[in-house]
């Protein structure tokens, strides 16, 4: 099993900053890839940032320049530095792990932490 732990979210203002970080533990082998996608109600879940063991990264483009993906893969742990941040950065944000567990590669979720930005 690999358990993945979010914290950091919370209430902010427009172009104010947050940071979170998000832990994987359990029974894995290794991690290739770790990051992030947020979902707001009605609407599918949406990749904000993501980086692989190499540090190879994918920004999504309503965030790109703005907020920035970073991990220590010796503690397998991601984090997401939010900058600049807007009204339409509201969502629930996900961590996702993708890890070789039980003689398979799978992609394990975080249960989520919610980003508001309101004045």
């Known amino acids: 099993q690999v358990q993945v732990t979010e914290s950091g979210g919370g209430l902010v203002q427009p172009g104010g900053s947050l940071r979170l970080s998000c832990a994987a533990s359990?029974?894995?082998?290794?991690?290739?890839?770790m990051g992030w996608h947020r979902q707001v109600p009605g609407k599918q879940r949406e990749l904000v940032a993501t980086?692989?063991?190499?540090?190879?990264?994918n920004i999504g483009n309503s965030v790109k320049g703005r907020f920035t993906v970073s991990r220590d893969s010796a503690k397998n742990t991601v984090y997401l530095q939010m900058n600049s941040l807007k009204f339409e950065d509201t969502a629930v944000y996900y961590c996702n792990v993708r890890a070789f567990s039980g003689g398979a590669w799978d992609v394990y979720w975080g249960q989520g932490t919610q980003v508001t930005v309101s004045s």
């Open positions: 359990g029974r894995f082998t290794t991690i290739n890839v």
């Open positions: 980086i692989t063991t190499s540090g190879t990264e």
